[in-house]
């Protein structure tokens, strides 16, 4: 014990500290009865902070008395490690009986970069309460935060390494020396079924894009394979001798991770598993992984691992037995580095968290909406599927400057941006791109997000039309929309990309753009900025509405009426007949005509 400590002490306290330095508390616990005891008595006696510390293993590595400010001294190994938190964990005792851990608790826990730093109130000869303080990743930064318990029993079932575990990630920083600690390569091997009634994209096109996702998401292909059959199977997915035979494959290319095209159930991945002794996983997880990769906003994380936590609720008896053994990979992480937890209960009260911090979010998300209804700004959404060139369509529209790449995925959060006044004057907003199977849990998440395509006026649907699956993605993104709720918007179709097709063909698609207007539907190139103003003029047209003209009798005696048409700004001219007024008016479908059904001519 420090010198400087002792004075005024009774030196058989003194020694009864001392001895406790080397002692490992029983079963492992942050803190056992025995060192609380001792730890009680002496505070009641000497009515002064006392400090130990442990180290990982919770073995006490020195004493001391006085407050957490001491905890420095004389001990150089406290300091900052470079690249993750400290081995320490300190224990210290508040003599008044107050479990909060006071300014110097936290500034001393946060400079040393401690794993914890507990506290024990003790007054009335008893430990009346327990406060641990521990780093907590919040945003973009780390922060000591504590959470009080009642008893002692509390105290040892707080999740520590759960917190330490986050906490190191967050100080390496780095999401690839992060993910190389634990992840080998994975080489992946694809599995899909060819259903006899397959609608949407076809298989191998399927099994292609699942490959690119596999790459976005950091896995190595190896190997596909594909089986035809009437109907999913139960048990395995796929037939029982196919799964068997991927075993030899599997040794063969040195394959450490299965990917199912389809969504799997839990007890079909624990049963793949049970044979192959594979890691395996299906495309909702890839994609989840994906999104967790590459969501940059807290809105956009917090939506991801929502979406990830009830799926991994849903599915944590299939996870339970390779993935642990594992540890990391796809699968596991979840945004900003996070480690996704396997504990049921916990992973249920963050479900919980995470959904009224959703909820928060969504309210002043709806009130931005309203917002800007009222100040009659109008917007329009792009949508449509992954890689179609929405972000890089955006950029032309709004001259600024979204992220664009040949992947899936790039876009997650929503932007938005004023249209210059010369070209009109509306929002356009960029959103997430679609994609076949998108899991619904992610669909539920991202309403705040698609929020905008909600509330937009018109959606600009845009088509990689240089892709021979270009229709299949179209029904797609329609039946999301439909998913969503919004399938009844007007659309504008933009066929993009125009400049990959032969000159020929793209000569005869320009001359359609001749009726785009009344179509509502024209070709492009986002990139070479081939017909970008006639899609300017489309759009505007499009928001201002398509106006047409009525003429209606109104009798001379109905004065209302005619303020009414007046005060809208409608009215194009008025003749007098003998019935009445003979008022032609302009409008658009927004104007509540009904309301004049009975005069018109
Ligand atoms: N040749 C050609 N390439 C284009 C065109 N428009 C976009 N691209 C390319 O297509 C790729 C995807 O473009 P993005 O704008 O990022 O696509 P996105 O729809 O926003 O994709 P996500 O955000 O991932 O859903 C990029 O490599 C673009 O350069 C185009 O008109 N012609
Ligand atoms: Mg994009």
């Known amino acids: 014990m420090a010198d400087n400590s002792k004075s005024g002490i009774r030196q058989t306290y003194i020694n009864e500290l001392d001895d406790l330095v080397g002692y490992e508390m029983e079963n492992q616990l942050l803190l056992d009865e025995h060192v609380l005891e001792i730890l009680k008595r002496l505070t009641l006696a000497i009515q002064r902070e006392i400090l130990i510390a442990t180290n990982d293993k919770n073995r006490v590595q020195w004493v001391t008395i006085g407050d957490a400010s001491t905890v420095a001294i004389g001990d150089k190994d406290m300091l900052y490690h470079e690249k993750c938190l400290n081995k320490y964990r300190v224990i210290h005792t508040h003599p008044g009986g107050n479990p909060n851990l006071s300014e110097e608790d936290f500034s001393a826990a946060k400079n040393q970069g401690l794993q914890c730093m507990v506290t024990v109130g003790v007054a009335e000869g008893m430990a009346t309460s327990f406060g641990i303080g521990v780093p907590v990743i919040e945003e973009e930064t780390m922060v000591y935060g504590q959470a009080l318990f009642k008893n002692l029993k509390e105290l040892n079932a707080f999740p520590l390494e759960y917190y330490i575990l986050q906490a190191n990630r967050f100080i390496k920083n780095d999401p690839n020396t992060i993910f190389d600690v634990e992840d080998t390569e994975e080489r992946a091997l694809l599995l899909g079924i060819e259903l006899q009634v397959n ?32 109907q999913i199977d139960s048990t395995f997915y796929v037939g029982k001798g196919k799964i068997q035979e991927l075993t030899k494959l599997i040794q063969n290319k040195d394959v450490n991770l299965i990917v199912a095209n389809d969504e799997l159930n839990s007890k079909q991945i624990a049963n793949i598993e049970a044979v192959t002794g594979t890691k395996t996983v299906d495309r909702t997880t890839i994609i989840l992984d994906i999104f967790a990769r590459q969501s940059k906003t807290r809105e956009g994380k917090l939506q991801v691992e929502l979406a990830q936590q009830k799926y991994r609720m849903s599915h944590l008896k299939g996870l339970g ?92 959060d929503s932007t938005l941006r004023k249209i210059g006044p010369e070209q009109g004057d509306y929002l356009v907003s960029d959103t997430v791109g679609f994609i076949e199977k998108l899991p619904h849990d992610l669909i539920k998440a991202f309403k705040t997000t698609l929020k905008e395509v909600e509330t937009a006026d018109v959606l600009l649907h845009v088509v990689d039309v240089s892709n021979h699956n270009y229709e299949a993605q179209i029904d797609v993104v329609n039946q999301v929309l439909a998913d969503i709720g919004v399938g009844h918007k007007i659309v504008i179709m933009v066929y993009n990309k125009i400049d990959k097709l032969p000159e020929n063909q793209r000569e005869e698609l320009i001359a359609k753009n001749q009726s785009a207007v009344e179509e509502h539907s024209l070709y492009i ?42 005060e809208k700004k409608v009215v194009l001219g008025i003749e007098y007949e003998g019935d009445g007024n003979l008022v032609t008016i302009e409008i658009t479908d927004e104007f509540p005509i009904h309301l004049f059904e009975k005069y018109v001519v």
């Open 525 to 566: 190139s986002a990139k070479e900025g081939l017909q970008i103003d006639l899609l300017l003029e489309v759009i505007q047209k499009v928001l201002r509405g398509e106006k047409r003209q009525i003429k209606l009798l109104i009798p001379y005696d109905d004065n209302k009426a005619l303020a009414a048409l007046h």
């Open 321 to 412: 037995i390779v993935m642990s053994r594992t540890g990391g990979g796809i699968g596991t992480r979840g945004p900003g580095e996070k480690k996704l937890e396997t504990d049921r209960r916990l992973i249920r009260k963050q479900i919980e968290d995470l959904e009224a911090r959703n909820e928060r979010i969504n309210k002043s998300n709806t009130l931005n909406a309203l917002q800007r209804q009222k100040n009659n700004i109008q917007t329009v959404s792009l949508i449509g599927y992954t890689n179609s060139g929405k972000s890089t369509l955006f950029n032309v529209l709004t001259q600024s400057e979204a992220v664009t790449k040949d992947g899936l995925f790039v876009t997650l």
């Open 199 to 230: 609608q949407g994209v076809d298989l191998a096109d399927s099994m292609e894009e699942l490959a690119q996702l596999v790459k976005t998401a950091g896995g190595k292909v190896m190997e596909r394979v594909t089986q035809a059959r009437g």
